[in-house]
């Protein structure tokens, strides 16, 4: 009986290829017309240290990390046993070595997965070619396991001149008789790991950092300034040169205080801006942060989070920005804090935070993380995208002077770009008068923050305040990272005849009270699952009272990822 | 933007604003007989002399007394946090070339908490000009000692004086790489005058120092007007020769001290893409 999905892990020290293999693996998949997703495991060391690439192919969208993986493969068993708690295996699991890389190491051998013995060298490649390409397995495996799965040879080629594109042609006929030798190989092994047929359709290929990047692009970011950070900078390193071609510019700031306010700069001067970062460039950013407030200049915040607080795990991921994101200010600032609620959604969620920050001149913040950020995923791109909000520039009163902060029905006062004449205002951090001069009169300070909050009362973002799924009385509340696993346990608790609902949040804040009222309709049971300790989000839900108290909470930190049966076994 | 009138050349003969169009009118804050109010004149005098219209020029300031000033002009102007001035202007200027952009701020502001920006703005070398108005002293939060406050001046939060090595703003602007480097004096606003419209006009990042006496916590400085002489050195292109000239210089000599020739940041992109050429790269094909 063929299988509808497949985990599969590639592993091996730094140099043994893991993150290519992985990468043709996924590639070819997906081109043969299988969903499929892709993270990947590193140790600290910037060279040499081991890694892992972490691959699941299926007949249908993966949101999720699984259980425990099906196939792992050793490209060698150095240092490999440090990931095995981010590696489930058990004894459905099959394991592939090559028998001259040594004794399989304790922490892999426990799971009693099954050993299957594969010698991963081409018996055709002289000792010369050997010694021109280096003693990499990586194809070899690759070929293998697309053999075993029944991915065809041409797709396992293509995606080999893909990932390899600008290499020496010499090194990309190796890969590719690395490959064959592998899946010439197969016939050999006694392993059914046949996937039902895949449907081929247009599909994409993109990270969650991609397509956050890609959404703002649509919705005309043409600035970004930032500075390096992980997991965020595979972001920015690919906005570059896509910003420079279209026209824009990225700047490198000499931190993430001058980061922000070079975006900030650019928004006041009429350039839909963008800064990105992660927990510790946010913490930095949290000063300029209020003064986008205070002088009402719209601009986004790409936060992809990673474990915290302070330095952290840099590399692995967490939810715990959230207070940080919806509170982290001194004063009142107002601002709207924004989710995606899934790899492909980060295309939609950023390009509606950029019409939401234009068309409401304020901060906006996008809170992805690291799960989400770094994760390959074949997505099928919808048709449909936000209606775009423009910054209001025009429509100042016929006859009257010019107040940049009027205080009026309207909490959003028109903001004419610099080089309008006529128009010259002084955007403004202090309390302010309505023209925007400093003031510390008692009435201009409250009419200056009322009307600031104001923009948050009438701020109704209508459909895309969330989603929901299912019909269930039990519901979970979820929101970035944690919602493909809560969707994953739901759908095996409604085969058990156990409907369950999922609620997605895209906006964090403001909560949308009225449509998670809406949602929550008919529910007796609300657990609210997030990845940080402190229960950020739930105490949010509870303190604007979207939520009762009667609420259950489900919250631990990362860095280790939600497993569908981890939120199915609290459930039930 | 909707204008119709003909753009002055940089150099034109003629001047069709005075230097009260660029005067908002608004009371300034400082207290009489403060450095800025000299500052303020000059750069209203020079920017009649540019002969750029209001709306064409933004001033960007952090926080503290001499960044209170772009409320006083009658252009565009962001009043900032304080430090961040620099990264905000450049920000400005990157996007919108065709503006002319001037920060100003303090000291404190851009020497201690915006240190780090000042000397990445020198580095970047875009093309505005920075006028700092040093008065050595906290002045909005009364009378604590900045970067460039002699090591010996007494006050309440530093007894028997702060003890330590003042601050060289000239040397770090030349070492770092502003193409451009002046000193100046608040009490002769003609003659700052003159700088501020030189460093507006020298191609990439100027640098005017402006000695802007504190009446108020360093009523000393007062004797700056007779100590202040112009400089006998202007250096043109070598920055070891300038670096040399700022590190032997007593702080009173006045003019341009130093001009580069590094050629600024580029004008933004002509694109060649279009978005829907970037999403191409995501489809899997075939």
């Known amino acids: 009986m063929a299988r509808k999905s497949i985990a599969v892990v590639f592993a091996g020290s730094g140099g043994s290829g893991a993150m290519s293999a992985g990468a043709v693996f996924l590639r070819a998949s997906a081109t043969a017309g299988y969903y499929g997703m892709m993270t990947q495991l590193f140790g600290a060391q910037v060279r040499g240290g081991e890694s892992a690439a972490l691959v699941q192919i299926s007949t249908e969208p993966i949101e999720t990390q699984p259980d425990h993986y099906d196939l792992f493969v050793a490209l060698d068993w150095e240092k490999v046993e440090q990931f095995a708690a981010e590696i489930p295996l058990d004894e459905t699991s099959a394991i592939i070595a090559d028998p001259e890389a040594g004794a399989v190491p304790a922490g892999i051998a426990k799971s009693k997965g099954r050993m299957v013995s594969l010698k991963m060298t081409d018996p055709h490649v002289s000792r010369l070619e050997r010694a021109l390409h280096g003693k990499r397995v990586n194809m070899f495996a690759v070929g293998a396991v697309c053999a075993l799965i029944g991915i065809d040879d041409q797709h396992v080629r293509s995606a080999i001149e893909n990932i390899f594109e600008g290499k020496a042609a010499d090194l990309i006929a190796a890969n590719m008789n690395g490959a064959g030798a592998g899946a010439a190989a197969v016939p050999g092994l006694t392993l059914n790991l046949l996937l039902d047929p895949a449907v081929p359709a247009a599909r994409w290929l993109i ?21 390096p950070i992980t997991p965020a900078t595979d972001l920015v390193e690919w906005l570059a040169p896509h910003l420079q071609k279209l026209g824009g510019r990225l700047v490198l700031g000499e931190d993430e205080l001058a980061s922000i306010n070079l975006t900030l700069g650019a928004s006041y001067a009429g350039t839909p801006a963008m800064t990105v970062t992660s927990g510790p460039g946010f913490s930095l950013m949290v000063e300029t942060l209020g003064l986008a407030v205070a002088a009402e200049i719209p601009m986004v915040l790409i936060d992809v989070m990673r474990a915290g607080p302070s330095t952290g795990i840099a590399s692995k991921t967490e939810q715990s920005d959230v207070n940080l994101a919806i509170y982290g200010a001194h004063g009142d600032a107002p601002r709207v804090v924004l989710a995606p609620v899934s790899v492909a959604d980060c295309i939609n969620t950023a390009e509606y935070a950029v019409y939401v920050a234009e068309s409401l001149q304020l901060p906006v913040i996008v809170l992805s993380d690291q799960s989400i950020g770094q994760a390959t995923t074949v997505i099928d791109p919808g048709n449909e995208r936000p209606k775009p909000l423009p910054r209001r520039t025009n429509g100042v009163v016929a006859g009257k002077a010019f107040k940049r902060y009027a205080i009026g029905p309207d909490p959003v006062t028109p903001m004419p770009a610099p080089g309008t004449a006529g128009y010259e205002w002084v955007a403004e951090g202090l309390t302010h008068s309505e023209v925007g001069l400093p003031a510390s009169g008692a009435g201009i300070h409250v009419a200056q923050i009322n009307k600031r909050a104001k923009k948050l009362q009438k701020f109704d973002p209508g459909k895309y305040w969330g989603e929901s799924w ?3 009385e039990v519901a979970v509340l979820a929101f970035g990272s944690t919602i493909g696993p809560a969707r994953e346990a ?16 895209r906006v964090l804040s403001p909560l949308p009270i009225t449509a998670i009222a809406r949602a929550l309709d008919g529910v007796r049971r609300i657990i609210v699952v997030e990845q940080n300790h402190s229960a950020q989000l739930y105490h949010h839900l509870i303190g604007q009272k979207a939520i009762p108290p009667s609420a259950e909470s489900v919250a631990r930190p990362g860095p280790l990822p939600y497993r569908p049966s981890e939120i199915a076994s609290y459930i039930v | 933007m909707g204008d119709t009138a003909t753009k002055p050349g940089p150099d034109q003969a003629y001047c069709v604003y005075s230097a009260k169009d660029f005067s908002s009118g608004a009371h300034p804050v400082w207290c009489p007989g403060c450095g800025d109010y000299g500052v303020l004149a000059g750069l209203e005098r020079a920017l009649a002399k540019l002969g750029r219209r209001p709306h064409e020029v933004v001033l960007v300031s952090g926080i503290g007394c001499s960044s209170r000033l772009p409320g006083y002009m009658s252009t565009y102007g962001f009043h900032g946090v304080h430090g961040r001035a620099l990264p905000v202007a450049t920000g400005i200027k990157l996007t919108r070339p065709d503006l002319e952009v001037i920060v100003v701020g303090g000291d404190g502001d851009g020497y201690s908490i915006g240190g780090n920006h000042f000397i990445h703005a020198c580095r970047r070398n875009v093309d505005m000009l920075y006028v700092v108005m040093d008065n050595r002293v906290y002045g909005m939060t009364k009378g604590q000692p900045s970067p460039t406050t002699e090591p010996d001046w007494d006050s309440d939060i530093a007894p028997g004086g702060i003890g330590l090595r003042p601050f060289n703003p000239l040397a770090i602007a030349v070492a770092s790489g502003a193409n451009y480097v002046a000193r100046g004096f608040a009490g002769d606003p003609d003659g700052l ?25 360093r009523p000393e400085q007062r004797e700056w007007k007779k100590m202040v002489r112009p400089s006998a050195i202007s250096v043109v292109q070598d920055r070891a020769a300038a670096t040399a000239l700022v590190l032997a210089d007593d702080g009173f000599s006045m003019g341009v001290l130093y001009r580069g020739d590094r050629a600024s940041i580029g004008p933004a992109l002509k694109p060649e893409i279009t978005v829907a050429d970037v999403e191409r790269e995501f489809a899997l094909g075939g």
Not at chain 2, 195 to 214: K, N, Q, T, Y
């Open chain 1, 207 to 227: 990270s969650g950092n991609q397509a956050l990047a890609l959404g703002a692009l649509r919705a005309g970011v043409r600035f970004v300034g930032c500075y």
């Open chain 1, 490 to 505: 739901a759908r095996r608790l409604a085969v058990g005849g156990n409907p369950i609902r999922v609620i997605a949040l």
């Open chain 1, 470 to 472: 299912g019909r269930g």
């Open chain 2, 193 to 217: 005058a003159n700088l501020i419209l030189d460093g507006i006009r020298w191609p990439g990042f100027a640098f005017l120092e402006v000695m802007s006496p504190c009446v108020t916590f």
